[in-house]
Nanobody
């Protein structure tokens, strides 16, 4: 059974940092593209960042570029999202997601969010002003 379990969310003051983790099980993690998405109340889901399976190529939404860093540890079946310089507008539920493309030449930001077929339950991030 495939499971993605996020952790590391919480309440932080503006300017602070959090590190989200997503532990995967039940899949060949090293072959999966991984993404972090977020959804704030009343807003659509937004792709925050992604990382491909083979080359470590990454993508960041403009809203988080320079502040967030995605990484993966295939030995631990875990993907991370280091979030620095947090702002109140970063407040949302953060989800990790996985997709197996079967190809490695595709840039992860060319993979539509709806193509991700494995999702975690989400972790709440709240940034106070």
């Amino acid at each position: 059974q495939v499971q993605l379990v996020e952790s590391g969310g919480g309440l932080v003051q503006a300017g602070g940092s959090l590190r989200l983790s997503c532990a995967a099980s039940g899949l060949s993690f090293e072959h999966y593209y991984m993404g972090w998405f977020r959804q704030a109340p009343g807003k659509e889901r937004e792709e925050v960042s992604c990382i491909d399976s083979n080359y470590g190529r990454t993508y960041y939404a403009d809203s988080v570029k320079g502040r967030f860093t995605i990484s993966r540890d295939n030995a631990k079946n875990t993907v991370y999202l280091q979030m620095n310089g947090l702002k109140p507008e970063d407040t949302a539920v953060y989800f990790c997601a996985a997709v197996l493309l079967g190809r490695t030449e595709v840039a992860c930001n060319d993979v539509p969010g709806d193509n991700y077929d494995r999702w975690g339950q989400g972790t709440q991030v709240t940034v106070s002003s």
